[in-house]
């Protein structure tokens, strides 16, 4: 190849001059265009994580529930007892969404859910994070719209539940939206499936839909910026089908039940070239594939297009010498072709041939994460806006006069209003796992057939409070979802994240990723959940004309809590008037990075509210003894809004009041809309009072009687603040209202 050539053909595929050299070294010889297609999708920064594994290596990835370390396996695997194990992911679907919302979000959803079902593990729970910018942009709203239908179009004719989910506005957004899907799944120990390769002789079989050439380079896709001509790469988009993948997953389950299989994997990002080297390298073995054999439904198509397709619903699956015809059998029962492509080989090569000729032949283990692919250590620098951040002082802003009205509008802002028009649009009934569609609580609870246990499940993550600073904001991303399993009753066993940032190649944004990683580690060490696994996305950043502007650094966390048992299932609706009403934690004169602060004083440079690792752990361990000795009535964290906000969310739910009275020390907005963590707010039953303040007076955790629960008014220290059902009305038809004006 020309050197001319060759360096237009090195930065169409994304390979950098190192990395060339890198590969010739590896090959001993110059790639042809087939093999560098492979490097470029293998190397990439979605299959790779070429700079972001040495510091997601300092993640804790050990506990007494995991049964794998993060990245042996397609996903997490943890012990939830019994004989079974919970199969749990998160990932992201960012750069497909940003240029077709619909099929973005929808093969988003089936990738997740197949990376659970190719374990053994029957999805029984989804969950979502969404970030969108502002809802007065009709990209936006259009955005949204895509979606939100693609993931209930799909997710609903697949048959799973969507059992939580978070969905934040931010202009930071407004190109480039975050679409994290999170798949959970059940599993008996003895029937798990390894995404591995083993056996020379042993049968290679591609199942599920034919193969197109939708997806291509789809990886390289996802490890750039978006920029204006993005949309040009919209034949990168998979296109997903459903019905064929609910054919996949039951076929696949009914093969896991025989003693037929090696190991199988998802075929997702990279397609076949993904799951041939990474089933491959994990078994020190190599395959021959003929891609002659691929069922394809386009003609014409090249090898390094069938290679790096990214199909939808598709499957490898390496099973045992003799035992084809049985395998074979189970697949055409559900009408899913399958068909055998190659054999495992003892050399340490991948062989591809085609028409005749060998295409490719590369070492398997130079194409996975932690074998040959490349790993950098990037530069990062303190951003210059991060000590202006610090500076803010809650003085220099004038409290309103009318705090009445700022509570009427705030109920009303799309990050805080109910999401009921998006979660309206899902099945949260299908298959009668979810727990919580009756029973309001701050994490979904999803059903272990078979046990007396319950799985309690939640994401999160505060963009805000991560921009301001990453190291604590990361830090609180990980205590709030862990808060949310607490107040339900669960206890936090391990997480899965997704990551999402900026370009790694500017310092400041990964200054951001890296403080982000040392307060997860942080927290998550302190919590004892350790990290299964999950996802980096970066190049979250847009390219418009000359400027480069990277989303607000969004590390989510998908948290996974067990509940021992259903009776300590806890609710964070009041119950029932004349209830007192108690803060768990402590109030301060606090109103950094709070939804109050952007809307209504349009500040959107602060520093981040009050957190103190040690609190939140005392006061998560508190929360888990009132719950266990059934000493309170409710519990909801504080969060989002504020206090207020926490107490109309409890209230609405059974259409009750509350009166209560403020701290005098604190101002009166810092009390009601300040977003300090480490507080919590229980309803305690007259029967159980005093056996609940002899407990708490036992403890080291600050504790205040906010005042009770009403029939339907809402006072403040004496003040009406008006009546449940008019913040109930806003709160619930706020977002839709918005969207459609």
């Not at 020379?200 to 490890?223: E, M, Q």
Request: hydrophobic share 40%; proline share 4%; charged share 20%.
């Amino acid at each position: 190849m020309e050197e001319q050539t060759l360096d237009l053909t090195l930065k169409e595929l994304g390979i950098l001059p190192e990395e060339y050299q890198q590969i010739v070294k590896i090959l001993g010889r110059e790639p042809n265009y087939t093999e560098l297609s492979i490097y470029s999708v293998m190397w990439s920064e979605h299959a790779s994580y070429k700079n972001s594994i040495r510091w997601i290596k300092k993640l804790p990835r050990k506990g007494k529930y995991l049964l794998v370390e993060a990245g042996e396996e397609n996903a997490g695997l943890v012990d939830v007892g019994d004989g079974l194990t919970c199969v749990f992911k998160i990932e992201s679907h960012n750069h497909p969404c940003a240029v077709e919302p619909y099929q973005g979000a929808a093969t988003g959803v089936g990738g997740i859910n197949r990376d659970i079902f190719t374990m053994g593990a029957r999805p029984v729970a989804q969950l979502n994070s969404l970030h969108f910018g502002n809802l007065d942009n009709a990209r936006t709203r259009w955005l949204l719209d895509g979606v939100v239908r693609g993931i209930g179009d799909y997710g609903n004719s697949f048959g799973v539940a969507v059992a939580g989910g978070e969905v934040v506005f931010d202009p930071s957004y407004e190109t480039n939206p975050l679409v994290n899907a999170m798949s959970v799944g059940l599993v008996k120990r003895d029937h798990v499936i390894s995404a591995i390769a083993k056996g020379a002789g042993n049968p290679v079989f591609i199942v599920g839909s034919a193969t197109g050439k939708d997806g291509i380079h789809g990886s390289t896709f996802a490890s750039a910026n978006i920029t204006e001509d993005s949309a040009k790469d919209i034949p990168s988009i998979q296109v997903g089908d459903p019905f064929a993948e609910k054919l996949l997953l039951e076929a696949t389950l009914e093969l896991t039940q025989t003693d037929t299989l090696i190991g199988m994997q998802d075929m997702g990002a990279a397609g076949i070239i993904c799951s041939t080297s990474e089933m491959s390298a994990k078994g020190e073995c190599g395959m021959q594939i003929n891609l002659d054999l691929v069922p394809r439904r386009q003609a014409g198509m090249l090898a390094h297009e069938i290679l790096l397709s990214e199909s939808q619903e598709r499957m490898l699956v390496v099973v045992k010498k003799g035992r084809e015809a049985e395998v074979k059998a189970i697949f055409d029962k559900w009408d899913v072709p399958c068909v055998q492509i190659g054999v495992v080989t003892d050399s340490p090569d991948l062989e591809f041939s085609y028409q005749g000729e060998v295409v490719a032949r590369v070492p398997a283990e130079s194409l996975v994460l932690g074998g040959g692919a490349p790993q950098y250590e990037r530069e990062y620098k303190e951003p210059a806006y991060y000590k202006r951040y610090q500076q803010f002082d809650i003085n220099q802003v004038s409290e309103p006069e009318d705090l009445i009205s700022v509570a009427k509008e705030l109920i009303a802002q799309p990050n805080i209003a109910s999401k009921r028009w998006v979660y309206e649009q899902y099945d949260t009934m299908v298959g009668n796992y979810n727990l919580t569609i009756n029973t309001p609580a701050d994490a979904g609870v999803v059903a272990i057939r078979g046990s007396k246990k319950s799985l309690v499940v939640s994401v999160d993550c505060n963009p805000r409070y991560v921009k301001a600073d990453p190291y604590v904001g990361a830090m609180i991303a990980v205590a709030e979802a862990a808060r949310n399993v607490v107040c339900t009753g669960g206890v936090p066993i391990a997480i899965t994240n997704c990551l999402n940032f900026g370009n790694p190649y500017n310092p400041e944004v990964y200054w951001q990723f890296v403080r982000s990683i040392e307060g997860m580690a942080a927290a998550c060490t302190r919590f004892e959940t350790p990290v299964t696994g999950g996802n980096v996305s970066f190049y979250n950043q847009s390219t418009i004309g000359d400027r480069d502007e990277a989303v607000s650094p969004t590390p989510v966390i998908g948290m996974l809590g067990l509940l021992n048992q259903i009776q300590h299932r806890t609710s964070l609706a009041f119950q029932k008037k004349g209830h007192m009403i108690y803060l768990l934690g402590e109030s301060r004169n606090d109103i950094g990075c709070s939804e109050y602060l952007v809307s209504h004083h349009r500040i959107t440079e602060s520093s981040v509210p009050h957190f103190d690792l040690e609190e939140e752990y005392r006061l998560q361990m508190l929360v888990s003894q009132l719950i266990e000795k059934r000493l309170i009535a409710s519990a909801h964290d504080v969060s989002m809004g504020g206090l207020f906000t926490t107490l109309v969310e409890s209230a609405m739910p059974n259409n009750l009041g509350f009166d209560i009275t403020s701290d005098a020390e604190i101002r009166l907005d810092a009390f009601l809309f300040g977003e300090s963590q480490s507080r919590v707010v229980v309803s305690v039953s007259e029967a159980c009072e005093e056996k609940f303040v002899d407990f708490m007076l036992e403890r080291d955790v600050p504790m205040c009687l906010l005042g009770h629960v009403t029939k339907s008014e809402i006072r403040v220290d004496d003040i009406s603040y008006g009546f449940i059902a008019d913040y109930k009305h806003s709160y619930e038809t706020a977002l839709e209202e918005k969207l459609r004006r």
